[in-house]
């Protein structure tokens, strides 16, 4: 059967069609329309419609932002703010009739990279998103774990800091209030007054304050990281997102998670991504 994927992002919608081998047959992008839910269905629609054109049965899946409430079936904690609350899987069944298959972006990552990525040899991938926010998902042995109440690797709300930063979800100290791009970002402004953004920061790290800027950081990342090898011992971790890029991530940031986990002998890969943004449309042609 062929595979359709759908990667609904901020700023764009992404769109694969797959063979029975996986092989890609048409990719698509489109503008996602902004502050405008129905005009959003439109659009998925529309691209499903324009790649399901020439074939006859296909699978379906989407890759969204946020998460689908297992109480109400409506879409929560997205950053795109006009899904917060709508039941977009129900609306979009409707309107193509048709079963979708739909998950958050970083289980779709992690779907993706477990499956054909960098993490293909391993049984038990966690999957880190770090950019905007910070997320995670499982897969074991290829099949995406969701967790008894559908929040399975979300690391980015273990608290950090008792009484720390606070974070939008209402708690502090979140994993995210520290080692999200915009935490980062604050932060730096704290230390140096200076408004700059993730990537101009990190060729500052050679100073005093970017020195001290980029210990907190590591010490920050070892500590979520640790706290997750403790909890479920992965097979390997792949980091996703704007922050994997980052190459202190792979050496310094390792040895600090290394240091902090409860073993006498840690070897968990830390890996980089292998299919940078296409991850997401990719996963969600394999749920």
């Not at 905007?132 to 109440?149: A, C, P, Q, W």
């Not at 990537?199 to 920050?220: A, H, L, M, P, Y």
């Not at 706290?227 to 011992?233: A, K, L, P, T």
């Not at 704007?242 to 050496?251: A, C, K, Q, R, V």
């Amino acid at each position: 059967m062929y595979k359709i994927g759908i990667d609904l992002g901020g700023t764009k919608i992404e769109g694969i069609l797959l063979d029975e081998k996986l092989n890609v047959l048409e990719r698509k992008r489109v503008p996602t329309p902004q502050n405008n839910y129905q005009e959003i269905i439109n659009s998925l629609s529309s691209l499903v419609l324009d790649l399901s054109s020439n074939v006859t049965a296909f699978s379906l899946g989407i890759c969204t932002p946020g998460t689908i409430s297992k109480q109400t079936g409506l879409i929560k904690n997205s950053n795109t703010q006009c899904l917060i609350g709508k039941s977009l899987k129900e609306d979009l069944e409707n309107k193509l009739g048709k079963k979708i298959s739909m998950e958050n972006d970083a289980n779709c990552f992690t779907m993706a990279e477990a499956t054909i990525g960098v993490a293909v040899e391993f049984g038990l991938v966690f999957g880190v998103i770090m950019g905007t926010g910070v997320g995670g998902g499982i897969v074991i042995d290829k099949k995406l774990h969701l967790g008894r109440n559908n929040i399975a690797g979300e690391w980015g709300h273990h608290i950090l800091h008792q009484d720390g930063n606070l974070c939008y979800c209402g708690k502090m100290g979140c994993v995210e209030t520290y080692i999200s791009g915009p935490s980062l970002e604050r932060r730096w402004t704290e230390m140096t007054g200076k408004s700059q953004t993730l990537s101009e920061i990190i060729f500052d790290v050679d100073t005093d304050v970017g020195q001290r800027w980029k210990d907190e950081f590591i010490e920050n990342f070892g500590s979520g990281l640790a706290n997750v090898i403790d909890i479920i011992d992965p097979d390997a971790i792949v980091l996703g997102g704007g922050l994997s890029n980052i190459d202190f991530l792979y050496t310094d940031g390792k040895e600090s998670v290394y240091s902090k986990v409860f073993s006498d002998m840690v070897d968990t890969p830390i890996l980089k991504n292998k299919l940078g943004d296409s991850a997401g449309v990719f996963g969600a042609c394999l749920l």
